[in-house]
């Protein structure tokens, strides 16, 4: 089993910065099974969106609606991942859930679209609130 825990959310003005952290905790064969991890986010009343993605030799990828703003990246000696956001919109304000996602097929196919699929994900984050006001 392991668990993911984030932080690093808050409120920021419109055009500003934040970094989420994502600490993964668990027995070192669960933490190896993983083969990438990615971010989503939720907004009210929509639904829960993949937003980026990192397999395990470090290739990212992202959708339009976040590419050349957002940067997912990881540290594996300390077992945490993080997304750097930058130029931040009203719009991006949702709460982000970091995820894991263990099937290497997968994984592979999050890298080709940009981000994983709900059905992916095998241990999900507890989410971290990012606000940002116009």
């Known amino acids: 089993q392991v668990q993911l825990v984030e932080s690093g959310g808050g409120s920021v003005q419109a055009g500003g910065s934040l970094r989420l952290s994502c600490a993964a905790f668990?027995?070192?064969?669960?933490?190896?099974?993983?083969?990438?991890m990615g971010w989503f986010r939720q907004a009210p009343g929509k639904e829960r969106e993949g937003i980026s993605v990192?397999?395990?030799?470090?290739?990212?990828s992202y959708p339009d609606s976040v590419k050349g703003r957002f940067i997912i990246s990881q540290d594996n000696a300390k077992k945490t991942l993080y997304l750097q956001m930058i130029s931040l919109k009203p719009e991006d304000t949702a709460s982000y859930y970091c995820?894991?996602?263990?099937?290497?097929?997968?994984?592979?196919?999050?890298?080709?679209?940009?981000?994983?699929?709900?059905?992916?994900?095998?241990?999900w984050g507890q989410g971290t609130q990012v606000t940002v006001s116009s």
């Open positions: 668990g027995y070192s064969w669960s933490i190896d099974s993983i083969d990438c």
């Open positions: 995820a894991a996602g263990r099937s290497k097929s997968s994984c592979q196919d999050a890298i080709r679209r940009g981000f994983l699929l709900l059905s992916d994900v095998y241990y």
């Open positions: 990192i397999d395990r030799d470090g290739s990212t």
